[in-house]
């Protein structure tokens, strides 16, 4: 005989509806119809992880706290800070800095949902990110192109928007944002060719124009998501 999955119940914070769910997939809403009283039950559909990737200087971080300034007081959207493992307040994004003992002790308590070492550092994503993809909400984050395996494999639906810039230009951008020294910025413009990002859920996102038009693309790519047939992916 099969084993069948819970049906777990619970009340949304005291909102006029709730959720069902039954097994990993499957979530049902059910709420109270305004006009007549009866009882409408819905399935609600996982949201979607959105992984902004592309090489150092593309632009990820710029773009992302545009759209977080735009749709981060949107409840369908969740923006997480990052974990990593650099001095604090170096550039703009919003992380949380923390020592390599104190990444690692996390690490292996299970506070990341996805983490990867690059540039010397360590970089995580909090567990959280899995229950607001339960609730419906998309998540959009800053990862490294190295993860997206991983996310295919377990963290599905995703997009993968990946930031195209000329080598030139990511040269000029890193030198202009005055972070790393001259042999990073080299190191940085060789991991750049070492990725091929392709497939049936990845958008390309040009930003060799102004950062304001990749910001406009961009939140109307987020407004306007579909999830991509599971079928597509598989072949
Ligand atoms: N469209 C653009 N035009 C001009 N400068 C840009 C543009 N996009 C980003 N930049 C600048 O390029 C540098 C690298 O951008 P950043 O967002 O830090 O990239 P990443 O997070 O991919 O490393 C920053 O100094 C940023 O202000
Ligand atoms: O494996 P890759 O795809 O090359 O990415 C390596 C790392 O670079 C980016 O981090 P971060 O934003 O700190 O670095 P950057 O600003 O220099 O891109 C990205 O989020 C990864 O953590």
Do not use: C
Request: glycine letters at 8%; hydrophobic letters at 35%.
């Amino acid at each position: 005989m099969g084993v069948h999955p819970r049906l777990l119940l619970r009340r949304d914070r005291g909102r006029d509806h709730h959720h069902y769910r039954y097994g990993d997939r499957a979530r049902l809403n059910l709420s109270t119809s305004a006009q007549d009283g009866s009882l409408i039950l819905r399935q609600k559909p996982r949201g979607t992880l959105v992984l902004v990737v592309g090489p150092s200087g593309s632009g990820k971080d710029s773009i992302l706290s545009g759209a977080e300034a735009a749709l981060g007081k949107n409840d369908l959207f969740f923006f997480p800070r990052r974990d990593i493992t650099r001095p604090a307040a170096l550039g703009h994004e919003p992380y949380h800095s923390l020592s390599l003992e104190a990444f690692e002790d996390r690490r292996a308590r299970g506070a990341y949902s996805l983490s990867w070492p690059a540039h010397g550092l360590w970089y995580g994503i909090p567990s959280a990110i899995e229950s607001h993809l339960e609730d419906g909400r998309h998540v959009v984050v800053n990862v490294s192109r190295g993860v997206i395996p991983e996310v295919r494999q377990r963290l599905q639906p995703a997009r993968i928007v990946s930031i195209q810039v000329p080598r030139e230009t990511l040269r000029a951008r890193l030198k202009g944002r005055e972070r790393e020294s001259e042999s990073d910025i080299e190191a940085r413009l060789e991991r750049a060719a070492t990725f091929h990002i392709d497939g049936p859920d990845v958008v390309r996102l040009q930003n060799d124009s102004s950062l304001e038009a990749a910001i406009n693309t961009f939140v109307a790519l987020l407004t306007n998501l579909n999830p991509v047939e599971e079928n597509a992916l598989a072949r």
